[in-house]
């Protein structure tokens, strides 16, 4: 097994003569920047964090890059400039992968940063296949250099690539890489250095295929009997993993897994950081002055961020473990069994990927649905992908099941599942009613590449769990504070005067002080929750709250509660930092749990604010409802027009509406109210 | 099962596709499964094609028999 570079000096060389100059010595150079093309899963993007250290969206099945990657590699001189492009297996389809290559490799980024080399990435596994897309790449007239990746696989396979010999057939350096592992990506670097030209023509594809399998019978010099047997493995595997029964019974048991490990290992990070934030606001409240700023900074800052950040563990969690089954091959067998429960509804298979990645956040997932190659079946999954639950949804979900189901982590799993069933059931049935009305038509076919089984990486699964965290907590520490702040600004003013009743209630207490201290706090106590009552009731939330209360009333919403769904409006989550801040003027600031508070809130009447049939209705609502302003205006750009965003924010709001109504009125038919 | 491909009765978008994926005319491949779609290895590489995609795509055993269907 080869691991040296194979390169060709002398085609290093004629790269300064081509037609796009590579001069990455000399002072003052202009960079090389590299166009990074290959098959969808030959690891580009993996390869790609690997040699710039990047967090790209990376995935063990195809479809996965929808945008253009820009870094530079960790590399000495005058560095290199990398651009991570969509895997497609060639360059001359009709289709969006293919032409979004094509326009990069000829006009840049809006004709800035035209690549003058390509990295072209050869899967060492299929090495016949790869070396198609490698001869029509390279034979566009830009130098460049492959990276024979997936050697460690290709290892294990018992497959043995003379390297240098397949430099010499292709005509440019050629340097066996992992992306996994990062053997051999050292080499690359300096490759990277020295492309060459090939000079192999342009060609038909008949021609291409004979020439790339000749090249690989010459260069693949063994193949391990081990092999056989792993093949019988994969397809045992496969039997049961697509099976149209065993497949489906699998998917739903790893899906319950999934969320039952996320709902049992994530308590304690929460616990504890619920518990740091509660203390935290205790000691902000002892050590400042009383008064507007020291509220703001307890009440609205720290309950407003920590109501949100106390569902990071869980995110992290359903990140981590989806990585994993994605890196494991899994999920592209899942897509394609997705195909044939999609296809009734009109949705082809390749929607399974948005679909999926709309469970982290609707916006990428729209974005990926550009690979979706038929316009009207990307329209369809465009619309209906705010369905699925995304992961803004997921501390609202944690809230509102947790009133439900307290301390009956089982029940509160299968709710959890329930949600995001609720989600994707209404997004097909929505899909089967726009392909019959605004969007008519049925799905295109569906081929699709599936991945070999491997063991999953955990750098990987680390680096998107931390890449997603860390988005989220960037939301939490900019909009979300934004929102907190206004809030509580409009939770405090205009200021009034305290009622009657808790002057009364004040005098009472200074009379009875001596007599009975006990009595005369709990007044004091009554007297500060009358006041807070009464003040936020006037604020200008209040007056927004009470305005819009009647909206809601007939789903058991109080003003508090329809504040909450109002300012959810701008982000899902904001929901439960607004019911904290809101709870925060009302209950009793010392507490140090911030969702008990919530749990406990209480109307004026004294009656509690979540009931069952009202949170269960609110949490349908949430599953239902489009609440988020920045979808809807990805919505508008990717579909072509507002009137799509007002369609799906019309259909979602009413929706959810008459669910959340239907649930309601139906545990009060049976009892539970 | 091994067979050749012979031809794809698709629409020629469909037809590019199928060839830039490695389902070329004349390429020899091995139907290894049928479940939701039938699996295919071609070069190495495993795909699931769907039923109605592997519907139109003519191949002929290696052992010279003819079928319409994989």
């Not at chain 1, 029964?245 to 994530?266: E, R």
Request: glycine share 8%; charged share 15%; hydrophobic share 50%.
């Amino acid at each position: 097994m080869s691991t040296a570079v194979a390169g060709c000096p002398a085609d290093a060389q004629r790269a300064s003569d081509s037609v796009h100059p590579v001069t990455p010595h000399a002072p003052h150079a202009p960079q090389v920047r590299y166009a990074l093309l290959g098959h969808p899963n030959t690891g580009r993007s993996t390869l790609f964090n690997r040699l710039c250290g990047l967090r790209t969206r990376t995935a063990n099945y195809p479809g996965t890059t929808t945008g253009i990657r820009v870094g530079r590699c960790k590399t000495g001189g005058n560095g290199v400039l990398l651009a991570d492009l969509p895997g497609t297996y060639s360059l001359d389809l009709d289709l969006p992968e293919s032409r979004i290559c094509r326009t990069y490799l000829e006009q840049g980024k809006a004709g800035r940063d035209v690549p003058n080399a390509v990295l072209v990435v050869a899967d060492a596994t299929c090495l016949a296949r790869s070396l198609v897309f490698v001869r029509e790449a390279l034979s566009r007239g830009r130098p460049g250099v492959v990276a024979l990746n997936k050697m460690d696989l290709a290892r294990r396979r018992g497959l043995t690539i003379d390297a240098p010999r397949l430099s010499r057939a292709i005509g440019c350096p050629v340097v066996p890489v992992s992306g996994r592992s990062g053997e051999g990506t050292d080499l690359l670097v300096e490759a990277l250095a020295a492309p060459a030209t090939t000079d192999l023509p342009a060609a038909g594809r008949t021609e291409m295929t004979a020439w790339a399998r000749r090249t690989a019978d010459a260069c693949v010099r063994e193949r391990s009997p081990a092999a056989g047997s792993r093949d019988v493995l994969t397809d045992r595997i496969d039997a049961v993993l697509t099976h149209p029964v065993g497949g489906v019974l699998v998917f739903c048991t790893v899906m319950t897994g999934l969320f039952m490990t996320i709902f049992s290992l994530a308590t304690v990070p929460m616990d504890l950081i619920e518990l740091l934030f509660g203390y935290t606001g205790q000691w902000v409240r002892a050590v400042m002055a009383p008064g507007a700023v020291r509220d703001l900074v307890s009440d609205g800052l720290i309950a407003g961020v920590a109501g949100t950040l106390v569902f990071l563990p869980q995110i992290c969690l359903l990140f981590f473990l989806i990585s994993l089954l994605e890196d494991s091959g899994y999920l592209a067998r899942a897509a394609f069994l997705a195909d044939r429960a999609l296809r009734p509804f009109g949705l082809p298979g390749h929607a399974f990927v948005p679909l999926l990645s709309a469970h982290a956040c609707a916006i990428p997932a729209m974005m990926s649905a550009r690979l979706i190659p038929d316009n009207r079946d990307r329209l369809a999954t465009i619309l209906v992908a705010p369905f699925m639950s995304c992961s803004a949804r997921l501390p609202v979900y944690v809230l509102l099941i947790g009133f439900l189901f307290p301390a009956r982590p089982f029940l509160a799993a299968m709710a959890f599942a329930g949600c995001y069933a609720l989600g994707a059931g209404a997004a097909v049935l929505t899909a089967l009613l726009v392909r019959r009305t605004v969007v008519r038509g049925r799905p295109g076919a569906m081929v699709l590449e599936l991945p070999p089984f491997q063991v999953p990486s955990m750098r990987t699964a680390l680096m998107v769990t931390a890449d997603r965290g860390l988005a989220f907590v960037r939301n939490a520490g900019t909009v979300i504070v934004a929102i907190c702040v206004v809030l509580w600004w409009m939770s405090a003013y205009p200021s009034t005067d305290p009622p009657a009743q808790a002057t009364a209630w004040r005098a009472e207490a200074r009379a009875v002080v001596d007599v009975d201290p006990q009595r005369a706090v709990d007044l004091e106590a009554r007297a500060g929750i009358a006041e807070s009552r009464h003040a936020l009731a006037n604020s200008f939330l209040g007056r927004l709250g009470h305005a819009v209360q009647p909206v809601f009333e007939p789903l058991g919403y109080d003003w508090t509660l329809s504040i909450g769904i109002l300012s959810s409006f701008a982000a899902r989550e904001v929901f439960v930092s607004t019911m904290i801040v809101i709870t925060g003027a009302t209950e009793d600031p010392d507490n140090a749990g911030l969702l008990e508070r919530i749990r406990t809130a209480t109307r004026a009447d004294g009656t509690p604010v979540f009931t069952m049939s009202t949170a269960a209705g609110l949490l349908v609502f949430y599953v239902l409802a489009m609440q988020c302003l920045p979808t809807l205006a990805v919505t508008r750009r990717e579909a072509g027009g507002w009137r799509w965003a007002a369609l799906q924010l019309v259909y979602m709001t009413a929706l959810a509406y008459v669910a959340a109504l239907g649930v309601r009125v139906g545990l009060q038919s049976i009892g539970i109210a | 099962m091994p067979a050749r491909l012979d031809s794809a009765l698709l629409p020629a978008c469909d037809v590019a596709f199928l060839e830039a994926i490695g389902l070329v005319h004349g390429c020899t491949l091995c139907v290894r499964g049928r479940g939701c779609a039938f699996i295919v290895d071609v070069d190495s590489t495993r795909l699931a094609v769907a039923g109605s995609v592997a519907r139109r795509i003519m191949v002929s055993p290696l052992d010279g028999e003819r079928s319409a269907d994989p």
